[in-house]
Each structure stands twice: as C-alpha cells, then as structure tokens.
C-alpha cells in the first residue's frame, strides 16, 4: 500500500492543510501567478499575504512571494475559514475504544467540513476536544439528522472500518416523527429509484430499477402524531426522508420535503425529526458483535408543547 505523504504544515483547529498539485504543462512564471488564476474566489492580496507571511509551503518550506512555478510540484497551505455561527448542542459519547468512537450527534451539526460548515462540525470538534488528530468518519449524515456516527481512531484500522459501511454490512436503524395515518398500510418495504444532481439541493425519484430501499414501521401513534421506525437498506441521499414523503407522511420538521424551505442558518427551532437510533454489525478487528443505540430522543414526541411545530 502506497504511503500517504506527511503534509509539511501542521494541522490547524484540527484541519490538514490544503495541498494542490502544480500541472505538469504549467506556462506560468510563479506559483503566485499559478494561484490567482487557479483560486479565483481567494483574492490576490490575500495570496501575496499568505507569501509574505510563510504561509504557502512546498517540501523544502515557505514559499518566497516570487518563487518559480515547478511543474509537478505540490503545495501546501491553509484556507482561510468562513464565518460561522455556533451550534449550540454537545455530541454526546457512546463508547470510545482504541479503535473507534461512537458519538450521538446533535441537530445542526454537520458531521465533516464542507462548504459553510467547517469548525462547527462534528469531526473538527471532536479532533480538538478529545486531542484526536487523526480521527476520520467511517460514515456520515446530514446535518439536519442526529444520532449515531462512528469514528476510526486508529488509522491503520480506518479501511476497516469504512468498508463495512461501503459493503453494507452494518445494520441500521433510525427513529422518525410524522402525521399519523390511519389508511397507511403498515409495515411495508418502499422501493425507488433516487437520483441527487450536484448543486442541486433536493433528490427525487424518478421511474425505473430502484436504487434505494427502506422497511418502513409504525411503532406507536398518538394525537395525530406517529413515531416510526425506519430500516435502510441503501443508502442514497434523503432516502428516508423522500420514502416517507413518498407515503403522504412527510418526516415534521423537514426543510427539504415536500417543500424547500428557506431556513436561516442560526435558526435551531423545529429540528427535523429524523434520529439514528442504532448501529450493529460484526467488528473487522475483533470479530465480536457490536450494537450501540442512541440515548437521544426526539422532540415532537417527547415534548411535542416544547416543538411546536405545525404538521407536514
């Protein structure tokens, strides 16, 4: 197995440096001419900063603000981070181990950096409160849905861990909250065909071989409301949350179905109520049996006065 090759700059709040490979048929004359027009969104006086400050490396170390350009090289620095407004809920911890971590992630928080969500998520934040460097997610979800996620520890156990959720080998279960139906014959496996354009924000089915199926089960209902548990068996994007709009009981709380909603970003009401409530599978390293379950609950159920959110 090839060796990952040691960034020069250490990580930052967490973060590895970014690293750009310098094109072979590179036509320009410094890297700082090479960097203006690659990343054309970071502005040129912040890259003659970032120069003049020592903050842009290659493997020999600081880059002078008129170093050449060498086709096939690498460098490496740190993106400047975006404004961000703090979520403010605590990951809760399942079980730490010297391989894994398993954590109940709150509403809100994204579970790896992307786009807006870079410091307030919930890999870089574990990183620097429990000083894990090298922790790595062996999966994800959305921002908008809490509950279980695990995290590899050690990273000569990271391939694992990971193919066993790229495999489909571990066993899901999440908890949802929706308008109760009495017609909906239930239980039912809901079978569809999904498909997530990029930079588009919603998913939608669409006719033909399904791709993505979900064991749909009702648990309990009262006042309206059902509490239902929903068992993955693919993992396409949105797929609970379009299999249970697709019954007529969209999930409460869901920004993104039926309708999009433009939610503000520091807005922590009405949380969608979609909750990972269990992992199980067959540990890779140790081959025992594992199961985790959440300890959180979800609010339209527990506290539907405290929620008050309208019906979907």
């Given at each position: 197995?090839?060796?990952?090759?040691?960034?020069?700059?250490?990580?930052?709040?967490?973060?590895?440096?970014?690293?750009?490979?310098?094109?072979?048929?590179?036509?320009?004359?410094?890297?700082?001419?090479?960097?203006?027009?690659?990343?054309?969104?970071?502005?040129?006086?912040?890259?003659?900063?970032?120069?003049?400050?020592?903050?842009?490396?290659?493997?020999?170390?600081?880059?002078?603000?008129?170093?050449?350009?060498?086709?096939?090289?690498?460098?490496?620095?740190?993106?400047?981070?975006?404004?961000?407004?703090?979520?403010?809920?605590?990951?809760?911890?399942?079980?730490?181990?010297?391989?894994?971590?398993?954590?109940?992630?709150?509403?809100?928080?994204?579970?790896?950096?992307?786009?807006?969500?870079?410091?307030?998520?919930?890999?870089?934040?574990?990183?620097?409160?429990?000083?894990?460097?090298?922790?790595?997610?062996?999966?994800?979800?959305?921002?908008?849905?809490?509950?279980?996620?695990?995290?590899?520890?050690?990273?000569?156990?990271?391939?694992?861990?990971?193919?066993?959720?790229?495999?489909?080998?571990?066993?899901?279960?999440?908890?949802?909250?929706?308008?109760?139906?009495?017609?909906?014959?239930?239980?039912?496996?809901?079978?569809?065909?999904?498909?997530?354009?990029?930079?588009?924000?919603?998913?939608?089915?669409?006719?033909?071989?399904?791709?993505?199926?979900?064991?749909?089960?009702?648990?309990?209902?009262?006042?309206?409301?059902?509490?239902?548990?929903?068992?993955?068996?693919?993992?396409?994007?949105?797929?609970?949350?379009?299999?249970?709009?697709?019954?007529?009981?969209?999930?409460?709380?869901?920004?993104?179905?039926?309708?999009?909603?433009?939610?503000?970003?520091?807005?922590?009401?009405?949380?969608?109520?979609?909750?990972?409530?269990?992992?199980?599978?067959?540990?890779?390293?140790?081959?025992?049996?594992?199961?985790?379950?959440t300890k959180r609950t979800l609010q339209a159920w527990d506290d539907p006065r405290g929620?008050?959110?309208?019906?979907?």
């Amino acid at each position: 197995m090839r060796r990952r090759q040691q960034p020069p700059l250490p990580k930052r709040h967490g973060l590895d440096p970014a690293r750009l490979r310098l094109p072979e048929d590179g036509h320009w004359a410094t890297v700082r001419d090479h960097l203006v027009e690659r990343l054309p969104r970071v502005p040129a006086h912040r890259i003659d900063e970032l120069l003049r400050e020592g903050g842009i490396v290659d493997l020999e170390g600081p880059l002078a603000p008129d170093a050449p350009y060498v086709p096939g090289g690498a460098i490496w620095f740190h993106r400047d981070l975006p404004d961000e407004t703090p979520v403010p809920f605590d990951i809760g911890i399942v079980h730490r181990d010297e391989s894994i971590l398993v954590v109940d992630k709150p509403h809100f928080l994204a579970t790896i950096p992307r786009g807006q969500h870079i410091l307030e998520t919930a890999l870089v934040r574990l990183r620097r409160e429990l000083d894990l460097p090298d922790l790595v997610p062996a999966h994800r979800l959305d921002r908008a849905t809490a509950g279980l996620v695990l995290f590899v520890v050690d990273p000569a156990r990271r391939g694992a861990y990971q193919t066993l959720f790229h495999r489909r080998l571990v066993h899901k279960e999440y908890e949802a909250i929706a308008r109760f139906d009495p017609t909906l014959e239930l239980p039912r496996v809901v079978r569809s065909r999904i498909v997530k354009e990029r930079q588009v924000l919603q998913a939608y089915e669409v006719d033909g071989e399904p791709n993505a199926e979900t064991q749909v089960e009702l648990l309990e209902h009262r006042d309206g409301r059902g509490r239902y548990r929903l068992l993955p068996r693919t993992g396409r994007t949105h797929q609970l949350r379009l299999h249970m709009n697709g019954l007529g009981v969209p999930i409460l709380g869901d920004d993104f179905y039926p309708e999009l909603t433009d939610k503000p970003v520091d807005d922590f009401t009405r949380p969608l109520q979609l909750l990972a409530s269990a992992l199980e599978f067959t540990d890779p390293v140790t081959r025992e049996p594992r199961r985790f379950t959440t300890k959180r609950t979800l609010q339209a159920w527990d506290d539907p006065r405290g929620w008050a959110g309208p019906e979907n």
